[in-house]
């Protein structure tokens, strides 16, 4: 009986193990993160797009040029209004990183410079100071809208969690530079003031005034500014 009632045990046991294995995979089963900000459904063949990814190559005919960039070794110009400038070094850059989800980026930053609030909505982001002195931080998602921040120093790294709106402030005298690693191929990014006060068509002054609570001069203001 005790022999019986032991090999039920382990039966019962082996069982709820392969349940529990087959939920876990019925409940990580989900589509891919997309690459694009939006794929519109159609049923013409003539005008579809290849989605998450871009055309391959045969690798027979790939070279070292395919996985080559030397863009990053020339410093950004930083004379414009926010004295700040990102060079990229994605997919666009690098052939190469086609498929591979992940890419870089060189942030120069004039003394002061700004690298104004906004959102990678395909990344997560890890920076590098590799010289200078910059505030950074990131805002959580409602209903907290918490600021975590911190001052980086030469050598120092920071996240940003994929979509929240992050930014970074060269706080020193002296020129910044950083570099960006971040988790796809392409990335995206979202400047939130381009977007809201620069969008086109502009966003209707109703909706702006009663969204950022100002009056209309305000928002014809900041609109005339992008």
């Known amino acids: ?36 900000d939006f794929c519109v459904a159609v049923n013409d063949t003539k005008t579809t797009v290849f989605v998450n990814g871009k055309v391959c190559k045969d690798p027979k005919v790939a070279t070292a040029d395919d996985f080559f960039f030397s863009g990053l070794r020339v410093p950004g110009n930083t004379s414009n209004k926010v004295g700040s400038m990102v060079t990229p070094a ?72 994929e979509g929240l709106i992050h930014f970074q402030l060269n706080v020193g005298k002296t020129k910044a530079v950083a570099i960006a690693a971040l988790s796809s191929q392409n990335p995206g990014v979202i400047t939130i003031a381009n977007a809201v006060f620069g969008s086109k068509p502009a966003i209707s002054a109703d909706v702006l005034t009663k969204a950022f609570q100002v009056d209309k001069n305000v928002v014809d203001y900041l609109q005339s500014q992008f």
């Open 90 to 161: 994605n997919v666009a850059q690098i052939p190469g990183l086609n498929t591979l989800g992940i890419s870089l980026a060189r942030v120069d930053y004039a003394p002061y410079g700004l690298n104004p609030p906004h959102t990678h909505p395909r990344a997560t982001e890890i920076l590098t100071v590799l010289e200078g002195t910059l505030y950074v931080g990131f805002v959580t998602s409602n209903p907290d809208n918490r600021l975590i921040c911190k001052v980086l120093y030469k050598g120092d790294v920071f996240i940003f969690p």
């Open 1 to 36: 009986m005790h022999c019986i009632n032991m090999k039920k045990m382990v039966v019962n046991t082996l069982a709820c193990i392969a349940l529990s294995a087959m939920s876990f995979f019925l409940a990580s089963a989900s589509d891919p993160s997309p690459l694009q």
